[in-house]
């Protein structure tokens, strides 16, 4: 087992369960959290596959490298957008729920919004 | 005397891994959260500081040992920062969401 | 030497996964947020001796950053609990 | 021994992948998911990805961990609501069905992997010579795929226009996020006027060094723009509103610098982003220098949010 063979079946695992934290988890955050999970996971498979490219004393295929720094880049800014647009929801309907048909629970809306 | 060397690296290396031991041991036995905290941030940054005073006669040139050194005086600067602030956020109670002014 | 190294970098982040199983368990917030601290101190020094292990200076790089943001999230933590008591000096507005 | 280094790190990973789905509380995840970032630093070292491994501790450690410990601490509230929708025992159990399905067969698409590995480094090697960059992962950013890194800036550039955009019609231009207050003489003031001298200097000397070695405009910013949020939330400086020229100028003036370049590769080297002969070096750096600070900008005032405060209403004008 090598670092390749290791940190690729551990990449698959996270797949895993980040896709079911994306399903069952019901609280927004909860889910770009798993989202992100399911990514990391992703990158890792990329990675163990760059990490198999080795060669001619390169510790691994920098093309699939570079793609993953632009990719670690991309889904941050991916994942501040979503944060962004759930505390705006919040901020608006006091909720979070993305159910229809579910009355804003009884949370009060934030008091930062009161102030002009 | 690379031996010698070598010897040094051991002996710091592993007193910095026991300190390392030492913090877990504080975390997982001390009873609450302030107690907690002192093990964690006064061992491990021992520790982290013995394990670069073991690699410094490892490194090649002057700039990558004043980076490792940078690297542990940065740790000690953070480490105690947070735990203060940490405490204090304790001792206050459960945070809860803070409005601006 | 690389061995020895190696197996450092191992025993401390088992240390670190221990310390983790504790903190992460609660009960209160703080105790939790020192995850990131544990992680700091322990991560940087398992990135340290694994670097020399494998003989790559670079790594140091990457433990530089680690260090330079270690207190990041406890700061987050920190500004966003609860203004503390009114006899403290906290911030009055100042002009 | 060797196994042993690999093998902790990875089962610590995926112990907190499975803390960070299941934990009851939303703030326990969310540190879950930091210290799962600060692993996953580790693995990127031992996979040999250097690089990335900045990348995976500049955004994971600083921002990353920002953005979810504000969110969730505001967030905190709907915990209960969020509760009672947790999804029935039947649909959790397809969840993990379907889960461990997509897992099994990535595994096998893993361990059926092709040996020897398809690589491109001797490519790489082969052509970075006329580049004049030593860092091979640089070469592959800046010169054989500058398309994905251009994209890539002006990606960042969407995601702020974004999160601008979700401002309300009364804030418009206003200034981004609460403005914070700390004690002037206290921990957190102490702490955000000694580091960001410090890491300003350690984000310069990252990007300087990813000519040759592991390092870039991207990690460099990223170190740059925590400095920044740093003291914006020790309440020493204000977020300068967004309607400000300048502010925007300083956005878009790394990405229209690099799709100059661009064009001007077609008529000087007869495709879009190509560098003549022996301009490549030259080139590169600009295209760097003038990417690194908007890149810092765009990530320092994606992290600030939405505008919340109409410029007027702010009575002091804290320099930006």
Not at chain 2, 22 to 48: E, I, Q, S, Y
Not at chain 4, 5 to 27: C, E, K, Q, S, W
Not at chain 4, 84 to 99: G, K, M, V, Y
Not at chain 4, 219 to 246: E, H, K, N, Y
Request: aromatic share 6%; hydrophobic share 55%.
């Amino acid at each position: 087992m090598n670092a390749a063979t290791v940190f690729g079946l551990l990449a698959t695992a996270l797949v895993g369960v980040g896709l079911y934290g994306f399903i069952v988890n019901p609280q927004p955050l909860r889910k770009i959290l798993a989202f992100n999970v399911i990514g990391s996971g992703v990158f890792l498979l990329f990675g163990a596959i760059a990490r198999r490219g080795a060669a001619l004393g390169l510790g691994g295929d920098p093309v699939p490298q570079a793609l993953l720094i632009t990719g670690i880049v991309v889904a941050f800014s991916a994942t501040a957008l979503a944060v962004t647009v759930l505390l705006r929801l919040f901020d608006e309907t006091g909720s979070t729920t993305l159910s229809s048909g579910v009355a804003p629970s009884a949370s009060e809306p934030d008091p930062a919004k009161a102030r002009e | 005397m690379s031996t010698l060397v070598d010897l040094f690296s051991y002996v710091a290396i592993g007193a910095g891994a026991i300190f390392f031991l030492a913090g877990t041991v504080g975390l997982l036995r001390f009873p609450d959260t302030l107690t907690r905290l002192h093990a964690l941030t006064k061992a491990d940054n021992l520790g982290l500081g013995l394990v670069v005073l073991g690699l410094l006669p490892h490194v090649a040139g002057v700039l990558p040992a004043l980076k490792l050194i940078a690297i542990w005086l940065l740790v000690l600067l953070s480490g105690a920062d947070a735990s203060q602030l940490i405490a204090r956020a304790a001792r206050r109670g459960e945070p809860r969401s803070r409005p601006g002014p | 030497m690389a061995e020895f190294l190696l197996g450092a970098a191992g025993f401390v982040l088992a240390m670190v996964a221990l310390g983790l199983v504790r903190i992460l368990r609660g009960p209160g917030d703080a105790d939790r947020m020192m995850a990131a601290q544990l992680l700091g101190s322990g991560g940087i020094a398992a990135l340290l001796l694994g670097g020399a292990a494998i003989g790559d200076d670079t790594v140091v790089d990457v433990s530089l950053t680690l260090a330079l943001l270690a207190a990041f999230a406890s700061i987050a933590f920190v500004q966003f609990a609860p203004p503390s008591s009114p006899g403290a000096p906290d911030d009055e507005e100042r002009t | 021994m060797i196994e042993v280094f690999h093998l902790v790190p990875a089962l610590l990973i995926g112990a907190l992948a499975v803390y960070t789905t299941v934990a009851r509380d939303t703030f326990a995840a969310t540190v879950g998911f930091i210290a799962y970032g600060l692993m996953l630093t580790v693995a990127w070292v031992q996979l040999h990805g250097v690089d990335v491994a900045l990348t995976e501790s500049a955004i994971g450690g600083g921002l990353t961990g920002l953005l979810l410990v504000r969110a969730s601490a505001k967030l905190r509230a709907t915990e209960a609501a969020a509760r009672a929708e947790r999804p029935r025992a039947s649909t959790r159990l397809a969840a993990a069905i379907l889960a461990a399905a997509v897992s099994a067969g990535l595994a096998i698409a893993v361990l059926a992997l092709p040996d020897p590995a398809p690589t491109l480094a001797p490519e790489v090697l082969a052509n970075m010579g006329p580049t004049g960059v030593g860092n091979p992962i640089t070469a592959v950013l800046m010169a054989f795929r500058a398309t994905d890194t251009l994209l890539e800036a002006i990606v960042l550039l969407l995601a702020l226009v974004g999160v601008w955009s979700l401002a309300p019609d009364r804030v418009w231009g206003g200034r981004p996020g609460p403005r914070y207050n700390a004690d002037p003489d206290g921990i957190l003031a102490f702490i955000a006027r000694v580091l960001p001298p410090i890491g300003i200097i350690v984000g310069i000397y990252i990007f300087w060094v990813g000519a040759d070695d592991p390092g870039g405009k991207f990690q460099g910013a990223t170190i740059v723009a925590a400095m920044w949020l740093l003291v914006l939330m020790a309440g020493l400086t204000d977020a300068p509103p967004i309607s400000r020229r300048l502010l925007r100028a300083g956005l878009v003036a790394g990405p229209v610098a690099f799709i100059a370049i661009g064009f001007a590769g077609v008529a000087t080297a007869g495709a879009f982003l190509a560098y003549p002969d022996g301009w490549s070096k030259p080139l590169i750096l600009v295209v760097e220098f003038a990417l690194m600070p908007s890149l810092a900008l765009t990530l320092g005032l994606i992290m600030a949010g939405a505008p919340e405060r109409a410029e007027a209403a702010s009575p002091r004008e804290a320099a930006p």
